[in-house]
Structures are given as C-alpha cells and as structure tokens.
C-alpha cells in the first residue's frame, strides 16, 4: 500500500532542471515525508544546488514537482514563499543591515502590499533569535558577525518565513567541524520540535551519514541512488562517482564514516 | 519583541519635521533685502493662523513671491535627487550609484537642453516629461550596456560613466546649434533655482509626490532586493518588477528635478550616506529620511550660492560639489568603502 500523499511533503518524478534550456539535472524521482531530512549528495558540478532551486521554484524545471501535494509551478511568488525557505549557497549578507532586519526579511512573503511588519513578526522573530541563541546578537550589524553566527542568522531568516519545507544548499560550508555538527544538530532539532521537512546539499559525506534519513547521489545530473544513507554510501558507489580513493568504516554510532585513503 | 530593528519611529518623523520647518523658515530669511527673524516667523504665524502680517507689503511680497518659492523648490529638488539616489544605490546594490553615474541626470539634461535650444517656447510643465524620456533613456542604455558587458557591478558604472559623457557631448552639440540661448543652457548646466516661482513648484509637485509615494512605499523592497534576485525570489517578490518600478519612479524624480533645477550633483550620493551613518542601513529608514537630508542639504547649499558671493550668486551645483566631494571622500573613509 502507497503512503497517502499529504505525509509527502516534497514529491519529484521525473523532474529535469537547467538553465535557459540547458538542462543541468535530469529525471529526478524522490518522496521526501513530512519532517523527515533528504541530503543531495554528489560531486563538484554534479547539479546539487540546481536541483535544490528547482524545488525552491527558482530555476526552469520539467517533470512533477509537488510541495504538499500541490505543484510548485502553479503556486504564485507569495505562496510558495510561504511553502518553502531556501538559503543558497552563500547567502547576500547585506553588511549594513542589523541581524534583526535581516531576519526580518524572512517574513516578507507574509507582509502587506505595504510590507510593514505587525507587532506579530516582530515577536516571532524575536522567538526564532531567541531559539537560535542569536538574541544577544540582535543589533550587530551583520559585517561584524564570525563564519557560524552567520550561518545561524541565515538558517534564522529562513525559519522566520515560518516554510514547512527548509532548502538549505551547502549548510555548512566555511564552517569547523564543531561549527558544522553545531549547526547541523540546530537543524535537526527544529525538524524534530518543528516537524519541519529539510533538505539539504552536502560535501561532507560522514555528517551526509548522520543526520538525514535518506541521502540522493547525483553524478552529471543523473540520479546515482537514493535510500538510506548506509545503503547509498558504500565505498565502491563512492570511489565511482567521486572518482577517489576512500573507504567507508562503521563508526561507534553504526553510521558510515567515509575516510580518505592516500592512493600510491 | 524583537529589538535591534533599523524602523522609522515617530522620534524620527518629529525630529525631521522640526529640521525641515526649521530650515525652511530659516533660509527664508538670508538675501539681498534683510528681514527680521522674529517678524519673519511671526508672519508665518500669522498666515497659518489668519492673523495680521507684520510685513509690509513689498516685504511680503519678497518673502512669498521671491524666496519661498525657491526654497521651497530647492527643497523639492534636493529631496527628490537624494531619494533616487538612494533608490538607485539599493536598485543596483552599489554605493557609488546616483542619478548622474546611471546617465538618468545626462538623459535629462539632454532631453532639457535640446526642448530649450530647439523649441524655446515649450511650457515649463512640459519639461518634466520631456526630461523623464530621456532619463528613462539613460538609464535604460546604461543598464542594457553594462548587462551586454557583464552581471558586475563594475560593467555597470562603466556603462553608466560611458553613457552619462555621450549624453553630455550630444547636450553639448545641441547646445552649439543655437548660440542665443548659449547662457540659459549654462546656467541650467551649473544648476540654480534662481528664476523659481511657485508656477516650477507647481510643475514639479505632482511629479515628486507621487515618485515618493511609490519610492517610500516600496523602501523594505530594497532590503529584500539587497539579497539578489535569486533570495528575494525565494522569498515571494518579483525583483524584475520591483526594479522597474523603483527605476522608472527614482528616474521621473530625478527628471522633474534637474527640468527646473538644472544639474546639480551629489546630493544623490552624500545624503544617502549620512542618513546611512546616522541612522542605519535599512532602506526603510534611508529612503524617507533621504527625501528629508536632501531637501535640508539643497535648501542650506542654496542660501550659501546666494549669500557667500553677494550680491552674484554662485551656481548651486558649484557649492554641493564644494561640500560634497570633500565629505563623500570623508565618507568613503569612513566607511572604508563597504558596499550599500
């Protein structure tokens, strides 16, 4: 028996995306349940974040592409805005702005034809900079902020569009690896307390293992695999499609761990 | 409650009111004739209230006929240069963006000069939609040149540097054509408000009421267009739309400004930056704030073209160059050349 279409919160068969007819990612077809975590993984220029920007709406795309069972492409600029958050891969960060206003930007789609924000954003987003531990940060002018109290006011403006579908492409990207498991834990703690549905891209494929529950390989726009990350993410589909030498061990978790091997 | 939000108070909104009545009455009261302060003030008063005037009636007649109206215009123009100027800057995510690098101003002045030289016998209230046509024109060439040559913003002021000298040489052949009317085409060069009578208030009234409207109103647009096109996408605005109404509104005000005004520069980028300063980033502060800097800059640079050589006048746009470039390298400094 299928699995009713509401729990479905992103739905994609057979979905092409590309740019001014250059197609870029070719017959996607992946289910993505409500608040659960899909990770795209993949090379460099394999189509991760075009295919990311297609479910976002922002570039051309073939195929079915449903957010809650409605397609992406009859939704107006508002309502999918509502539908969906997404953060790119490196975000304008407006060095001026305070995080406040920044933030704030997030409800836009939410605003009047006038966009004067209600006593209700406001406290809304004062609640998002508080669950954030950005509230101390609330009047820096963005320029002043480090590598992960940006990416946290980002994933903040994001949140503050109140979407139930968060596209974040290559969350973690400049970021340590404390910042990174910091900020990839925030993420999942919001899908559990939430319920928000996320999916991401990702480089780093042992935080890939850790966090989503299911993991979709592209190569050259291709869909390489989708499942569960242990199923995708052995070390003979990896040396394949990344072209490198590694291997993947069991960490003390049971998630896979992709090392590295120096080749000779 | 969220704090550290960059928001228009009603601090704000009084503390500007007062500044602009302020300055108003006060640069009223500089010219060739003198008139006392307090009975400047008090025949103000007066007309507002429907009292009787402490003036005489050549007096009077100087304050409403003669100096009012150029302030008042001075005010119109300079609020509305630094408005578009702001608004071009957050169109076009850069700093150094003005009615005069975009070719908007040059467009204007082209179109003006041409209606004065070709057709001299045009209706002044003609002129702002003669000028808006060819302010449309410049930044419209401006901005198809630089998207030819690349998405930076770079491409973008060299289009804008290449266009706004074409325009200027095509001005300054059309001026050449008729040597009559060489001297109404420099003084409208160097910019002034000296022939000002409340019939080029009137004529550019309209226009500026409703470019600010649109430009105010759309203000927190520039926020979300400061992230590109791709994030203000996402996050359910059309930053095609928005540009080319932000554009055409910023390009009509500069147009109906520099119709009666002439050319006067950098208003468009040294008040916007204060107010940044001041104030804060958020274009929601800068644009209204900007329409209120500029209006004080103009109507306080006009006294001084009128008082620092009197009984001659100085061209305006002499004395905003005087103070602006100097305070826009301050700035520069000062900010160490960050982007808007």
Redesign the interface.
């Given at each position: 028996m299928t699995r009713p279409l509401v729990t479905t919160a992103l739905c994609l068969r057979g979905v092409g995306a590309g740019y001014r007819g250059r197609p870029v990612v070719h017959d996607v077809t992946v289910q993505v349940p409500g608040g659960s975590w899909l990770a795209v993984l993949g090379p460099n220029g394999s189509g991760k974040s075009t295919l990311l920007k297609s479910m976002a709406g922002l570039v051309d795309s073939t195929g079915e592409l449903l957010v809650h069972g409605r397609p992406v492409s009859t939704m107006g600029n508002r309502e999918r805005a509502r539908a969906i958050g997404y953060a790119p891969q490196i975000p304008a960060l407006p060095d001026g702005l305070t995080v406040t206003d920044y933030v704030l930007l997030g409800r836009t789609p939410h605003l009047g034809p006038l966009g004067r924000e209600g006593p209700s954003d406001l406290s809304l987003v004062a609640e998002v900079l508080t669950r954030l531990d950005l509230s101390n940060l609330a009047g820096r002018p963005l320029r002043t902020l480090s590598g992960g109290e940006r990416q946290r006011t980002v994933l903040a403006r994001v949140l503050a569009q109140q979407a139930g579908v968060l596209l974040l492409d290559e969350p973690t990207t400049g970021l340590d690896i404390g910042h990174a498991q910091a900020l990839l834990e925030l993420v999942d703690g919001l899908r559990t307390t939430e319920g928000v549905t996320v999916v991401t891209t990702l480089h780093d494929l042992t935080l890939a293992a850790q966090y989503p529950d299911q993991v979709l390989l592209l190569d050259a726009g291709e869909v390489a695999a989708v499942g569960s990350p242990s199923h995708v993410l052995t070390a003979e589909r990896l040396a394949r499609h990344y072209a490198a030498n590694l291997t993947v061990l069991t960490g003390p978790d049971g998630h896979p761990v992709v090392a590295p091997v120096r080749g000779h | 409650?969220?704090?550290?939000?960059?928001r228009l108070s009603r601090w704000h909104v009084l503390g500007a009111a007062l500044v602009l009545a302020g300055v108003l009455v006060s640069a009223a009261l500089f010219g060739a004739i003198d008139l006392d302060w307090h009975r400047v003030i008090a025949e103000v008063v007066a007309q507002l209230t429907g009292g009787v005037s402490p003036l005489t009636e050549q007096e009077s007649a100087i304050l409403w006929q003669l100096r009012m109206p150029r302030v008042v215009l001075g005010g119109l123009v300079g609020a509305a240069l630094a408005c578009s100027g702001a608004t071009f800057q957050g169109v076009f995510r850069n700093p150094l963006a003005d009615p005069y690098l975009l070719g908007a101003a040059a467009g204007a002045g082209m179109v003006v000069t041409g209606m004065v030289v070709l057709a001299p016998h045009t209706p002044a209230s003609f002129l702002p939609v003669a000028a808006f046509t060819g302010s449309i024109g410049g930044v419209g060439l401006t901005w198809t040149l630089g998207r030819s040559a690349g998405s930076g913003t770079a491409h973008l002021l060299l289009a804008g540097v290449a266009v706004a000298s074409f325009l200027t040489a095509v001005q300054t052949f059309v001026q050449q054509l008729n040597t009559d009317t060489l001297q109404r085409v420099y003084g409208f060069i160097l910019g002034g408000l000296a022939t000002t009578g409340w019939n080029q208030v009137l004529a550019v009234l309209p226009y500026l009421v409703v470019t600010s409207i649109v430009l105010c109103?759309c203000a927190?647009?520039l926020?979300?267009l400061?992230?590109?096109d791709?994030?203000a996408?996402?996050?359910?605005?059309?930053p095609g739309l928005v540009r080319a109404l932000v554009l055409g509104a910023a390009s009509l005000a500069t147009a109906a400004a520099v119709s009666v005004s002439g050319l006067i520069g950098f208003v468009g980028i040294v008040v916007p930056h204060l107010i940044?300063l001041l104030f804060?980033?958020?274009y929601r502060v800068v644009v209204p704030l900007s329409l209120v800097g500029g209006a004080v800059f103009l109507m306080v640079a006009d006294v001084v073209a009128r008082t620092a050589l009197a009984p001659a006048e100085l061209p305006i746009g002499v004395v905003t160059a005087f103070s602006g470039a100097p305070f826009f390298i301050l700035v520069l400094r000062a900010t160490g050349g960050?982007?808007?």
């Open positions: - | 409650m969220a704090t550290g939000t960059t109103a927190g647009l926020d979300v400061a992230l590109g791709e994030e996408t996402s996050l359910g605005i059309r940044r804060g980033a958020s960050r982007r808007s």
